[in-house]
């Protein structure tokens, strides 16, 4: 059987009735925006957590990064999963997974259950996240409405972090760290009982599923995210990250083998043949290494130098938010007109703007005089940036490649998010002192030199945008 034949219309997982797309969509945006939230939301309540379990300093880390490490290592498994057993049998699966895990995690009575449960929260999330993307891309038919949705996706997508900041002070202030991990549970309860009810399964794809594949991109991706974490904790010159990235580089190669020869392959290469497309996932890593340093520095910054609590350093990021929720969904309206290349230009500007004027921080200077604009500018950059950047990556794309596609775009993000936060500290580390924690000059002399690093990925993102990732009209095809 053809991969065209395939393609019809039974694959499609729309919902039961077309006055339903609306209640999709919500479903759909709402389990992004928990799994998102979560990769961040963690990050201000990680004092009360080291207090209550006991966590050594350099342990504490792994509250974070093992979910980043769970759920990037396993994001092309889980894209491909979908489309081989059903997207809404494995979007259910993951998101049932998700919710009893923060149900653990939020209960944890020691630090191992805590790292356990946070790590089984990534395969979750790893699982539930390119299926919700590929139910939404069958769901809405390419071009306005697929744009529009793409637009509300990307839109929790991109504050997924921001807003992250803020539920995880807000939850740690009033209530416990425990709330933080509690909160998922009705929610994610709700998606798991709604989805039956709005969302058609959708065909299988017959044939074998490619086992070695799967083996080699999940131990690949997990070698490759956990190099970058250790390089960022450790330095670029710690054997362990070294032999991370050198067993990284053999099992992907080796990956890429397996899927040049495969029948039925895990991730299809044909999702990288066209230069638009190729460029665009290269630019899809840089975007958020940019604003998940930010994130990182910055929120520090507002508390070891400002001062700020953990609900001021979150309200802190709401404009950047506020302006992320509103590009992604103004430029849906305009993209058949314009096309996505100039809102990408416009957001790579923006983002080079605020990573340059962060180059400038100091101990003496203030959220007002030196903050809110680069916040201002890079929520700017990310609700311009992430949406048509959204469209030119998926369309096109066959309707049985849909869940590895979308798989591929969010390890696109997920490796950028781990390789700028450890060039980014690694930067940091090199200027600031042990004592950086403690003293506002040292630490904020290391954000400054850290974001020249930013700046050079925000430069690289502008010049792929302007020369690379050149789509002839607004649904991203090939330039001639």
Do not use: K
């Amino acid at each position: 059987m053809s991969a065209r034949t395939l393609a019809r219309p039974r694959d499609v997982a729309a919902p039961r009735g077309s006055g339903r797309t609306g209640l999709v969509l919500a479903l759909i945006v709402t389990c992004q925006l928990m799994i998102v939230l979560d990769a961040t939301v963690v990050n201000v309540a990680l004092p009360p957590i080291q207090a209550d379990l006991g966590f050594s300093a350099t342990g504490l880390s792994w509250v974070v990064n093992a979910y980043t490490l769970a759920f990037g290592g396993l994001l092309l498994l889980g894209g491909r999963l979908g489309d081989a057993f059903g997207r809404r049998r494995v979007f259910g699966a993951g998101v049932a997974l998700f919710t009893v895990s923060s149900l653990v995690g939020g209960a944890a009575p020691s630090e191992a259950v805590l790292v356990v449960a946070r790590a089984a929260q990534g395969v979750g999330a790893a699982v539930a996240a390119p299926c919700a993307l590929a139910i939404l891309m069958a769901t809405f038919a390419e071009g306005a409405p697929r744009n529009s949705a793409l637009g509300l996706f990307s839109a929790m997508s991109a504050a997924g972090g921001a807003i992250g900041l803020l539920v995880g002070g807000a939850l740690t202030s009033w209530l416990s760290w425990r709330w933080v991990l509690f909160i998922n549970v009705p929610v994610g309860a709700a998606i798991v009982l709604a989805a039956p009810r709005l969302i058609e399964e959708s065909a299988r794809v017959p044939g074998r599923f490619d086992l070695p594949g799967a083996l080699g991109s999940t131990a690949g991706m997990t070698a490759l995210v956990y190099g970058f974490i250790r390089a960022g904790a450790q330095g670029w010159g710690d054997g362990v990250a070294v032999l991370a990235f050198v067993a990284a580089a053999v099992l992907l190669a080796a990956f890429v083998a397996i899927e040049q020869r495969a029948e039925q392959p895990l991730v299809p290469l044909r999702l990288f043949e066209r230069r638009v497309t190729a460029s665009a996932y290269v630019t899809m890593l840089l975007v958020p290494a940019v604003l998940l340093g930010m994130y990182f520095f910055v929120a520090q910054f507002l508390q070891i130098v400002l001062g700020y609590s953990a609900i001021e350093t979150g309200l802190a990021f709401l404009p950047m938010a506020a302006l992320i929720f509103a590009g992604s969904q103004a430029v849906p309206r305009f993209l058949p007109r314009f096309g996505p290349r100039p809102f990408m230009v416009a957001g790579a500007l923006s983002l080079t703007a605020a990573a340059l004027w962060l180059t400038q921080i100091s101990a003496t200077s203030g959220y007002l005089t030196a903050l809110a604009g680069p916040i201002v500018l890079f929520g700017l950059g990310g609700g311009l940036l992430f949406m048509p950047l959204s469209a030119v990556l998926l369309s096109g794309v066959r309707l049985e490649d849909s869940g590895a596609a979308a798989g591929a775009m969010q390890a696109s993000q997920q490796l950028g998010a781990a390789l700028g936060v450890a060039i980014l500290v690694s930067v940091f580390a090199g200027v600031a002192s042990g004592a950086a924690t403690t003293r506002p000059e040292a630490f904020s002399a290391g954000v400054a030199d850290a974001f020249v690093a930013g700046t050079a990925f925000a430069v690289l993102t502008l010049v792929l945008v302007v020369f690379a990732v050149r789509p002839s009209h607004a649904r991203g095809a090939d330039a001639p």
